[in-house]
């Protein structure tokens, strides 16, 4: 797997080998790193089920300040770890290792930053197995205490999976279907609110 862009563009990233981890395709990478570019530079950034680092590898490369890893599975941490040697960002990395759901209100105490970027990338069949309640009270609450006001966290699931319209604090922004896969965005601020925003943006630099 070859990262797109940024300083780090055309270089290989090394994945495990298997289905234990699937990261996303060339195509839907792509995409999801077009709507989220502009938050890029100087991110801090969350990258769980991380595999072999691959989307956090992505946004360091286009100018994040600073990733978190989490990832369990012992063949995809071998990897993440080569990769951020492989590239000498380890002073730009942090690599949690265990369980996310046992251990992410722990690991969330050493982020001393506002987060604008969260990645949460498990293997679909994890996905489709969530209990929603639990995971909002050991995944979403404590990841939304650390998020910056316009900041995202964007969930990779198959097509087919449902989401309450709301994890409270979060909201789902928008969601992006890509063959059987979606990614969907949340964040802090209310759909409607968001484009009542965006309307008197437009209308302001219309009056200018």
């Not at 989401?163 to 949340?186: H, N, T, W």
Request: some cysteine; glycine content about 6%; overall charge positive.
């Amino acid at each position: 797997m070859r990262i797109i862009a940024g300083k780090f563009k055309g270089r290989t990233i090394s994945t495990p080998k298997g289905l234990t981890t699937r990261p996303p395709t060339g195509r839907v990478k792509t995409a999801l790193f077009n709507i989220i570019n502009p938050l890029l530079p100087d991110a801090v950034v969350i990258d769980l089920f991380s595999g072999s680092g691959s989307l956090g590898i992505e946004a360091i490369s286009r100018g994040a300040r600073f990733c978190y890893f989490a990832e369990q599975d012992h063949d995809a941490i071998s990897c993440l770890e080569r990769n951020i040697r492989t590239l000498g960002i380890t002073k730009s990395c942090r690599v949690w290792i265990g369980d996310i759901f046992e251990h992410l209100h722990w690991w969330l105490d050493e982020v001393l930053w506002e987060v604008n970027l969260v990645f949460i990338d498990p293997p679909f069949k994890t996905v489709a197995e969530w209990n929603w309640q639990q995971v909002q009270k050991n995944l979403f609450t404590p990841l939304a205490r650390k998020l910056s006001n316009d900041g995202l966290i964007i969930l990779r699931c198959h097509r087919n999976i449902s989401l309450p319209s709301a994890l409270e604090p979060l909201y789902v922004q928008q969601r992006r279907d890509y063959g059987k896969m979606s990614l969907i965005f949340m964040g802090l601020e209310h759909p409607e609110e968001q484009n009542h925003a965006n309307k008197h943006s437009r209308r302001k630099e219309k009056s200018i």
